[in-house]
Nanobody, 126 residues
Framework: VQLQAFGGGLVQAGESLRLSCVAS????????MGWFRQYPGKEREFVAA?????????YYADSVKGRFTISKDNNKSTVYLQMNSLKPEDTAVYFC???????????????????WGQGTEVTVSS
């Protein structure tokens, strides 16, 4: 499985961006796709996840709840991260991840995901 993430860029605080992550394989019902971000010198941290593709259950880190929305396009095997009301502290490299057998208790754990896309950089200026 290959993942391609794109959509990052430079925006001002308060503005929006939408990240996209395209998977190279057709979706399966048990698929989970997640977004993580990484600050320089830090571990990747959980941002959002869509658990079990067909069920479409969504989960968010507290820091992004109410501002970010994860969604999917079944036809395109794509997951999106709509980021609104961006803050300077959202500046990071964002990665998408995929696993077809993840259990709910592991969705926030980066090491639990089998596949990763390349990062896309988001910079929010104040």
């Amino acid at each position: 499985v290959q993942l391609q993430a794109f959509g990052g860029g430079l925006v001002q605080a308060g503005e929006s961006l939408r990240l996209s992550c395209v998977a190279s394989t057709r979706t399966v019902s048990g698929r989970t796709m997640g977004w993580f971000r990484q600050y320089p010198g830090k571990e990747r941290e959980f941002v959002a996840a869509l658990f079990r593709w067909n069920a479409g259950r969504t989960y968010y880190a507290d820091s992004v709840k109410g501002r970010f929305t994860i969604s999917k396009d079944n036809n395109k095997s794509t997951v999106y991260l709509q980021m609104n009301s961006l803050k300077p502290e959202d500046t990071a490299v964002y990665f998408c991840a995929l696993d077809d057998r993840l259990i709910l208790s592991s969705i926030t754990t980066a090491s639990a995901y089998d596949y990763w896309g390349q990062g896309t950089e988001v910079t929010v200026s104040s």
